[in-house]
């Protein structure tokens, strides 16, 4: 059948089939990919174990079909452009012969420091090329690389290296964002002396900082990368080997490896690529996330150079040197597909149009936005402001878990709502089901956001803990996966992602655990007992409240609130800091000593008036004692 799809008509029947033969649908879209063997089976699963096996017995390596399988038509095209931090500094570009060539280089490097297929290799580096290398590299010999975001804290890193016992890190001596100095080779140096599993650390020199290095353990990536040369024979991978682990936070517990495997994951990332954005292949196209988040995973590396697309890699911040650089790059690269967030829109909108004031922007043909729910306000500026009311919004919904976009209006068709991630991609099939578990049919409706039926991208596990991946995912609701949103359908049948229903905060597009940001204040000497939940901010979405219960008198607690903050940003890292902190003495538990959060929510937000029942509380007073204590710090 052909695929492609010109009109909503065409999404319609390509749906239908993808639906109906979901088999044949996937088949059709792995022909387009190159394998050194195909596969036996296209898909094996049950929602029970859960096992999930796309593309079983198929050979193959995604680097083979992001770089090697361009190079005879596209080789002198660009694969990167690479704005620094720093507009006056120069704009470095690599070709897909050049990229080709370091990522052969750097997969030698790996083999002659005692990586092979399955090893664990931790990438901690700034935005610039060598992050990507470094993931292609890992792809390439078969190693599953776990990008760690350079915003986290060295505990953080130890925690993610011990989990998956990660035997490399890549890292380099630090970069600036905006006009900070970030030391990431420091930070990596107070991780590793608790991480025994680490027998050697390439550090990029990016900026020639003063450093360590330790002999033995620390080598520098351009003398290994004098030392090999550029031949190298691809790991011929299964379609079901690991390709990365992500880590992500989830409502309880530590941050969970989320697992993705290369067939599938391929096979959905590229498709999704070109069809969500309607990509074509003159065009220039810039996601502004970060390597450290699946974003960057999906449509900064694997998506579009399976597409062999130009795309924009960028080291900076939104705001530096001031807030128009964004549309500054735009116009220094005629950038065609712009992807960000809504945090990013909100709080450029918030700094005033004169930013976009003799901007020109008209090489603009697409928009894009990921990473949470984008309110209507901050639509309308995207798309009128930033868009010239001119491109399509193309708002994708979807997460770590499900590895590529699953919900999104599909570019240039015609049909979006500000707010809406309107329909599912092809092949997804997503449903609506109340607390019961039971299916919400009809539209006009809202309800838990479950899917029905596997795609090739999911994740198939938590990397050491799989029990964990089915309680997370499979066991709220019998043969379904449940993503964590609520969704809302419309009266026409569009849907409408209105955000976590579980203890999952999403500040600033970053996903981060009510528990774990817990755990870091009650490390705090003064602290018993803390509880952590969302509120409304403007520019990042939510913000974070912690109630906390102290066992001594703190006379100030704008000095206790810096405090606790400072173990946060050391145990997780900055972003996860706390906005607002309420001292209590108590708070609302159920008789099995579970936090109502939905009534620390509620006054979180200032709703006070509507905090609906209490009488399952194991002590109802506990909640007038906190509204009337309101005092915010
Ligand atoms: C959660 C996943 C998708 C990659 C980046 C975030 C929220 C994501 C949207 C959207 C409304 C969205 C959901 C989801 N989310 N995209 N377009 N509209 N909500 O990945 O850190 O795994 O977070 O982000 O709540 O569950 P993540």
Known sequence: MNLAIKTYQDYLSVYKYSTQEPENFWADVADTFSWKQKWSNVLEWNFKEPKIEWFKNAKFNITYNCLDRHLSENGDKIAYIWEPNNP?????????????????????????NGI?????????????????????????????????????????????INDSQ?????????????????????????????CPSIKKCIVFNNRNFDINMLSGRDVFWHSEFAKVDELNEPEWMDAEDPLFILYTSGSTGK???????????????????????????????????????????????????LNAATSIVFE?????????????????????????????????MAMGDEFLEE???????????????????????????????????????????????????????????PGYAMYPMPGIQPILVNEKGEEILGNGVEGNLCIKFPWPSMSRSVYGDHNR??????????????????????????????????????????????????????????????????????????????????????????????????????????????????????????????IMRRILRKIAEGDISSIGDTSTLLDPSVVDKIKAGVVVF
């Open 88 to 112: 006056s500094e120069e704009v470095r570009k690599l070709t897909y012969n050049q990229l080709h060539f370091q990522v052969c280089k750097f997969a030698n490097v790996l083999k002659a």
């Open 469 to 594: 991946f089915q309680q997370t995912y499979f066991s709220a609701y019998p043969n379904l996966y449940f993503t964590g949103d609520g969704c809302k359908r419309d009266e026409e049948g569009f849907y409408r992602i209105t955000g976590r229903v579980d203890d999952v905060i999403n500040v600033s597009g970053h996903r981060i655990g009510t528990g774990e940001v817990e755990d870091a204040i009650n490390d705090h000497e003064c602290v018993v007992e803390s509880a952590v939940v969302a509120y409304p901010h403007d520019i990042k979405g939510q913000g974070i409240y912690a109630f906390i219960i102290c066992d001594k008198l703190v006379d100030d607690v704008n000095q206790f609130k810096i405090e606790v903050n400072k173990i946060v940003s050391e145990r997780i890292g900055a972003f996860s800091k706390l906005d607002k902190i309420q001292l209590v003495k108590a708070l609302p538990k159920t008789r099995s000593g579970k």
């Open 255 to 305: 941050p969970k490896g989320v697992l993705h495997t290369c067939g599938g994951y391929m096979v959905m990332v590229g498709y999704s690529f070109q069809t969500v954005f309607n990509f074509e292949p003159q065009q220039i196209f810039w996601c502004t996330a970060d390597v450290g988040w699946v974003t960057g995973h999906s449509y900064i590396v694997y998506g579009p150079l």
């Open 116 to 160: 092979k297929k399955g090893d664990r290799v931790c990438i901690y580096l700034p935005m610039i090329p060598e992050a990507l290398i470094a993931m292609l590299a890992c792809a390439r010999v078969g190693a599953i690389h776990s990008v760690v975001f350079a915003g986290f804290s060295s505990q953080s890193i130890s925690d993610r």
């Open 316 to 348: 900076g911040i939104p705001t530096f040197p001031d807030a128009g650089r964004f549309w500054d790059v735009i116009d220094k690269h005629q950038v065609n597909i712009f992807y960000t967030a809504p945090t990013a829109i909100r709080s450029l």
């Open 359 to 417: 901007k020109n922007l008209s090489s603009l043909q697409v928009l894009g936005s990921v990473g949470e729910p984008i309110n209507e306000e901050a639509w309308y500026w995207f798309h009128d402001k930033v868009g010239k009311e001119k491109c399509p919004i193309v708002d994708t919904w979807w997460q770590t878990e499900t590895g590529a976009t699953m919900m999104t209006p599909i570019a240039k068709l015609g049909i979006a709502k």
């Open 166 to 194: 990660c035997s490399l890190v890549i890292t380099a001596d630090g970069s600036f964002r905006g006009d900070k100095k970030v030391e990431l080779k420091k930070i990596v140096d107070e991780a590793l002396p608790s």
